[in-house]
């Protein structure tokens, strides 16, 4: 018996099966992922190409028309000479940094306190129901909310101040839902793990759970920052339309300012001057240019607390 076994096993390591056919199943299943596939790469080429080809335009019409003088210099509806965009720089500044002292602080605290310390049940899911209502409520409605809070009842008029607290209100909801995401992905056996070695509960999530979901909350700062300096509604109820150069902080601050996003929308529909489309085309060069640095240097600042 072990001879013949030993006289076959060649032959049939030689001579293998032969294909078997393909089923009907199989073909099916064959043909949707190929069906599948190509809507996918067509997609994706759909996108890219609209991307490139809308940014692409921008910056080909906005491009040549950049220069140092039209970065430095203050802006004039009256005056030719007088096309410059640094006030609505220093106002869109002052908005974002102004805006995420508020607004990050107090949603990244509040993440914590629904992830690390409140009893997961109704009160909590409908916290979570009510910010995720917010972050899709259109911002002109946060915009009238501001202005009639913020402007009337508080008295700060339309002001940069007042654009601030409006932003803070609207931004929130994406800072707590993101560092809320990215606080669950932790795994919970690295708590778990300081815990059983005697560690506190705040110093777990200080020195444990807070580093390790730190990219996920500087995510969340990112798309806030890009809401903050690509909103145009809520801000133009709140903190108006004023193109003056600052004189100061705090005096600028409670007085009306421009930002970068509503100096594009003034120019372009006011078309006061002959190169009105030329100036906005340029300063929404200026502000994709702006975001991009904005995002990189929050994804590197993001790449180093992770390395440490």
């Not at 490139?52 to 509806?77: D, K």
């Not at 705090?250 to 509503?262: K, N, V």
């Amino acid at each position: 018996m072990s001879s013949n076994a030993a006289a076959v096993s060649p032959d049939t390591a030689q001579n293998p099966e032969p294909h078997k056919p393909q089923s009907l199943y199989q073909q099916k299943r064959h043909t949707s992922d190929i069906v599948l596939r190509i809507v996918i790469y067509t997609a994706t080429a759909i996108t890219v190409a609209a991307l490139i080809g809308i940014i692409g335009y921008i910056l080909w019409n906005g491009i040549p028309h950049i220069t140092w003088s039209f970065l430095s210099s203050p802006y004039s509806e009256t005056r030719a000479s007088m096309k410059g965009i640094l006030p609505m720089i220093i106002n869109t500044l002052y908005i974002v940094v102004i805006t995420l002292l508020i607004s990050a602080p107090i949603g990244i605290s509040a993440a914590i306190y629904l992830t690390q310390y409140a009893k997961q049940g109704k009160l909590v899911r409908a916290i979570r129901f009510t910010t995720e209502v917010l972050s899709g409520i259109p911002s002109i409605i946060f915009g009238l909310f501001g202005y009639t809070v913020f402007c009337i009842l508080f008295r700060l008029q339309t002001s940069i101040l007042a654009g601030c607290l409006t932003m803070a209100i609207c931004v929130l909801p994406t800072i707590i839902r993101t560092t809320e995401e990215a606080l669950l992905a932790v795994p919970g056996s690295y708590k778990e793990g300081a815990l059983a070695l005697g560690a506190g509960k705040f110093r777990v999530i200080m020195g444990i759970v807070l580093p390790c979901a730190m990219p996920g909350v500087l995510t969340a700062v990112i798309l806030a920052m890009g809401r903050i300096v690509g909103e145009s509604a809520a801000l133009l109820f709140t903190s108006g339309l004023s193109y003056n150069m600052p004189s100061g902080f705090f005096s600028q601050i409670m007085s009306s300012g421009r930002t970068l996003t509503l100096h594009l929308y003034q120019t372009a529909r006011e078309a006061a001057s002959p190169d009105a489309l030329n100036v906005a085309f340029a300063t929404a060069s200026v502000l994709l240019i702006f975001i991009f640095i904005l995002n990189r240097l929050a994804s590197l600042l993001s790449k180093v607390l992770k390395k440490g």
